[in-house]
């Protein structure tokens, strides 16, 4: 599904050439469940947001769907960003001034999905994650834990067929962090949905089933468990 | 999605209340301010047009020229109407005279009731009024009500003055003693909107009860007292006509046995709606206005609802990190940009909605007072006019796109990588076009500023202006071929009989007033052939002694001299500069040559000079002038058109019930009116005075809404720094050093924008000036406006800043560095 090749991402400053990613080459395939290691500053976020089509690399090639992203224009990263591609943030990331309700609702009213199914696909979500009651709660009323649902039920409210992580576990207690691998898992297994998450530890690492190493912005190991 | 636009942007003006008010409160004062300037331009550019035929509706005017003197008059003679009718039956459907007797004040007497009134809008119409312009009856017919000699049609307003409840129709109304009209209908009352008042019409034919059938007044083609307005036909081009009208100038004035020798005349037609602004001819039925002074009114406008936008510009794009967050998640989910943009521009539609209601609210309160200052009633009814409400939404949209467009391209821009970063949101390029936009508004504002005090100034050197002649204590009364004209001599001895009157005298023109007289008036030193105008001002004696003239060599006019009338001049200093002379007594002797209107020469020699003076307006320069002495009544008649009488300073009370008691003894058929020279000297600079008032409430208005932005900007930077306030104050810096580093900034942009309004104003104030010949001394005193309204902006600016910068250095340090 993904295939990156020789990807460079630098910064240019005065007479320097900062690298932030340089020489990645990746494969990931449909249905992979991916987590994403290495130092604070190794380029790991700066790699998901080239695969999410939020950054653009300097260097290289990248296929999404054997498809050139370069040749894609702003108007198809947008569709792709509305059916395909849901985002998880270590800061949540939720819109200050909506409710827990209208954040989850916000997907599907780019999707041009209709009132009444709108309604029945937030109410499920909230039922899933618990939450129903919090649901005219504004973000800043929730604790960390429950903003980060939200956050990823807002993620998956569009049925993605691929999930992109950034630390989404990093600011909670492992028992929240757990709650949120075990429903990756669940939907990667059951939905066949594609995972790439970005985390700083081996236990929420090892929900996935291969992990790419990245350190000054080239990958190291690539999928140490299989060769153990 | 468009509930969910409202609700995040209602959240947001909710949750920034202090901001949203500014925000809101500049554009509503803002828009408030445009829309009453545009009522007022509207109202003066709506003149006439509520005839439903106004655009088929035109009034003849005519321009009779001789050699010596142009006479463009708004009147025409009796027949023209009927003749034109006659002529063109194919280009004009209906013709219709006015006439008023060429009298101001008519005397109406309800005899029954013993009640008498004066009316000054009272006209003789032909029975074709009603069918040309658009005027209700409330009763009677409008083809019946004025077939009829003798009958009177009234206003509303009239009909409960003379009659009370009684219904007036079949009442009599007496006019002047002289006819028993019968009132045949009421009128709904006349809109002001139009160049002429009407509140009394009398059928054209009930002239032959005042003028006897053997008169033949009505044949006269060189007497225009009548204004003569024509209904085209459908489709007919005014200037088609007018091409044609030649043929009536040559067959009808020009074949008048009496018409003079060398006079031509030309006939033309004005639309009806453009008489208010644009015509200023003899004998308008009320004083017009012009238009120059609604193009600087609306470009106010203009500057006033910029500098309100650039304020919701500027709070929008410096508050733009607290939306960054939105924008970016709005991406990642799958918004365009284009989304982005349409609802950001939403946000400022719905902010100006907001803005135009108060907006609208605030027009309401103050329209009473606004009307004031200009002098015109106005009103606004929404209902009206059906294109008022789309209008005033169309004004939402078009400031909501002109003050929203780059707020919204700006924030839209944002993406989502920044964000997530959370690096630098806040552009340095957003800040340098905000500091250019607060440079302009400043700028703007103290071009009003210094606008306003230029103004102010000059009205007020005009008004202290020594005029050359004492404009006190005199009192002017019309006697333009009145009786008094005839009886002038016994009316003057009447008049002086009383001890509190000093001196009479009669006046061709209104000395110092704008309108005076050019005739063919020759030195005999530049030769016979020579054949320019000059000014010549025509007095009976005691000219000097009522203005106190300053006589510079020679005498003035007397009455031991009893050739004066016939053979002595009077100059001014200007004239003596003009024949080369150095001495005043020189010019003594010197002659002239006069070429009166009724045909000859006439040698007058140089009996006095006298100091310069200002004849006309101080918006003239003073010209070489001659002074002639008239004698005798019939020269009286053809020059004299007012009495001007110095009364003794004091209580002017007994003077002038005095000179009303001998008006009635000499010229019992017409009211008494008078009116004091410096009233109608001042009734000359009264547009400039309307200006000055509307230009300092309009650059109040503008500092209050620049301020408002400038207090929304100073609140903001205060709060980005509000750390490094701490900061500083942990170690040690003082409530002054904080209030410093908060208005550096902004009292930079506003020096430079006073550096740029400067040079600009100095144009403008220069280009102004030199309408007026007598000017304040600019050299000296602008320079001192300019500091003045500088250091004064400078002020309030630092005033409003201050606020927050106090505020913010009062703050506990800790606080505010543990806040962040
Ligand atoms: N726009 C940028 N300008 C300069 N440096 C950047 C920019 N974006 C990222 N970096 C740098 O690139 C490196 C990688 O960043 P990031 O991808 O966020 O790392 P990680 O997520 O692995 O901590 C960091 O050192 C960061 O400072
Ligand atoms: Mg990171």
Not at chain 2, 709 to 720: K, R
Request: hydrophobic letters at 45%; aromatic letters at 12%; one cysteine or more.
């Amino acid at each position: 599904m993904i295939k990156l090749r020789n990807i460079d991402r630098y910064i240019d400053k005065r007479l320097q050439r900062n690298f932030i990613l340089k020489g990645i080459d990746l494969d990931i395939a449909e249905g992979d469940f991916i987590s994403i290691m290495g130092p604070s500053g190794a380029g790991k976020s700066t790699l998901l947001n080239i695969i999410g089509f939020l950054d653009d690399a300097n260097e290289g090639e990248y296929y999404f769907l054997d498809e050139p992203v370069h040749g894609l224009n702003e108007k198809q990263k947008s569709e792709y960003h509305r059916s395909y591609i849901g985002f998880v943030f270590q800061a949540y990331h939720l819109i200050d001034e909506l409710t827990v309700y209208e954040n989850i609702e916000m997907p599907l009213l780019y999707r041009k999905v209709k009132g009444s199914q709108r309604k029945s696909m937030v109410a499920d979500m909230l039922d899933r994650f618990n939450i129903v009651a919090k649901k005219d709660l504004f973000p800043n009323q929730l604790s960390g834990g429950q903003q980060q649902l939200v956050g990823v039920a807002r993620a998956l409210i569009g049925s993605p067929k691929l999930i992109l992580a950034d630390e989404p576990t990093g600011n909670l207690h492992s028992d929240q962090s757990k709650e949120i691998m075990e429903t990756f898992k669940k939907l990667n297994k059951e939905d066949g949905v594609t995972i790439i998450q970005v985390t700083h530890s081996d236990e929420m690492a090892s929900y996935g089933d291969r992990i790419i190493n990245l350190q000054d912005g080239a990958v190291t190991e690539n999928n140490p468990y299989e060769e153990e | 999605m468009f509930k969910n636009y409202i609700k995040i942007a209602i959240r947001n003006l909710l949750k920034n209340k202090a901001y949203s008010l500014i925000n809101i409160l500049g554009l509503s004062i803002g828009l408030a301010t445009s829309l009453l300037i545009l009522l007022y331009v509207v109202n003066e550019w709506s003149y006439d047009l509520f005839h439903s035929k106004s655009e088929r509706l035109f009034r003849v005017v005519q321009t009779m020229e001789s050699e010596t003197n142009v006479e463009e008059d708004a009147t025409t003679p009796f027949l023209l109407g009927p003749v034109l009718d006659a002529e063109f039956p194919d280009l004009i459907e209906k013709s219709v005279r006015f006439y008023n007797l060429q009298e101001n004040s008519h005397t109406f007497r309800n005899k029954q009731k013993g009640v008498s009134f004066k009316e000054s809008n009272f006209y003789f119409v032909d029975s074709t009024f009603f069918s040309v312009f658009s005027a209700e009856l409330l009763r009677g017919s409008p083809t019946e009500v004025l077939k009829n000699p003798g009958s009177l049609v009234i206003s509303e307003e009239l009909s409960e003055k003379y009659f009370g409840n009684e219904d007036p129709v079949g009442k009599i109304l007496n006019y002047k003693g002289v006819i028993d009209f019968t009132v045949t209908g009421v009128m709904k009352p006349w809109p002001d909107r139009s160049h002429m008042e009407v509140d009394l019409i009398a059928s054209f034919s009930s002239l032959n009860q005042i003028y006897s059938a053997d008169q033949e007044y009505d044949q006269n083609w060189l007497w225009n007292p009548i204004w003569t307005y024509l209904l085209l036909e459908e489709g007919i081009d005014a200037t088609d006509l007018e091409a044609q009208l030649s043929a009536v100038e040559e067959n009808y004035f020009y074949a008048y046995s009496g018409w003079p020798v060398g006079e031509t005349i030309s006939l033309s037609l004005q639309p009806i709606s453009d008489i208010h602004l644009y015509s200023d001819l003899n004998q308008e039925m009320e004083v017009n206005s012009s238009d120059l002074y609604l193009y600087i009114l609306l470009v106010v406008a203009g500057f006033i609802l910029i500098i309100a936008c650039i304020n919701f510009m500027n709070l929008s794009t410096a508050r733009s990190l607290e939306r960054s967050r939105e924008v970016g998640m709005r991406k990642v989910l799958g918004g365009y940009r284009k989304q982005l943009f349409y609802q950001f521009i939403g946000e400022s539609f719905l902010i100006c909605l907001i803005a135009i209601v108060i907006g609208l609210l605030l027009v309401f309160a103050s329209l009473p007072y606004f009307g004031e200052m200009v002098g015109i009633e106005l009103s606004l009814n929404l209902f009206s006019h059906f294109a008022i409400i789309p209008g005033l939404l169309l004004l939402t949209v078009f400031v909501g796109l002109f003050a929203g467009s780059y707020p919204a391209i700006y924030l839209s821009s944002f993406e989502p990588v920044d964000v997530l970063k959370g690096s630098a949101v806040q552009g340095k390029k957003s800040a340098l076009f905000r500091k250019m936009l607060v440079t302009f508004q400043f700028t703007l504002s103290i071009v009003l500023i210094i606008g306003t005090a230029v103004i102010y100034k000059q009205i007020q050197f005009i008004q202290n202006k020594d005029l050359g002649f004492d404009e006190s204590s005199v009192v002017l009364l019309p006697t333009k071929q009145n009786l008094v004209a005839w009886e002038f001599e016994t009316f003057k001895e009447k008049v002086l009989s009383f001890s509190q009157i000093e001196s009479i005298t009669g006046l061709s023109k209104i000395i110092g007033s704008e309108k005076q007289e050019n005739y063919h008036v020759v030195p005999e030193k530049f030769g016979e052939s020579n054949d320019e105008l000059n000014l010549a001002f025509h007095t009976t004696h005691d000219l000097v002694e009522t203005f106190d003239l300053k006589l510079i060599a020679g005498r003035s006019f007397s009455k031991d001299f009893a050739t004066d009338a016939e053979q002595a001049v009077l100059i001014n200093r200007k004239m003596l500069e003009k024949l080369e002379l150095n001495n005043p007594d020189e010019a003594l002797g010197e002659v002239f040559y006069f070429y009166p209107k009724d045909g000859g020469r006439k040698a007058k020699s140089v009996i006095g000079v006298l100091e310069d003076f200002n004849y006309a307006s101080l918006k003239k320069e003073i010209e070489p002038l001659t002074i002639s002495l008239v004698e005798g009544t019939i020269p009286f008649l053809g020059y004299i058109e007012h009495t001007a009488v110095e009364i003794a300073p004091g209580n002017p009370k007994e003077a002038l019930a005095h000179i009303e008691k001998v008006w009635k003894e000499v010229n019992p058929i017409d009211p008494f009116e008078f009116q004091f020279l410096d009233d109608r000297l001042a009734q000359i600079y009264e547009t400039e005075k309307t200006m000055s008032t509307l230009s300092l409430a309009f650059s109040i208005l503008c500092i209050l809404i620049a301020s408002l932005g400038l207090l929304g900007l100073a609140s903001y930077s205060a709060q980005l720094k509000e750390k490094e306030i701490g900061i500083r104050k942990s170690l040690g810096a003082s409530v002054t050093d904080i209030v410093k580093l908060l208005s550096k900034d902004f009292l930079t942009l506003i020096a430079i924008a006073n550096l740029i309004a400067w040079p600009l104003t100095y144009i403008i104030a220069q280009n102004w000036l030199e309408n007026f010949p007598y000017r304040f001394d600019i050299t000296f005193t602008l320079p001192i406006i300019f500091i003045g309204s500088g250091i004064f902006i400078m002020i309030i600016a630092l005033a409003t800043i201050s606020y927050h910068a106090l505020k913010a250095a009062l703050v506990n340090p800790v606080d505010a560095i543990q806040n962040n």
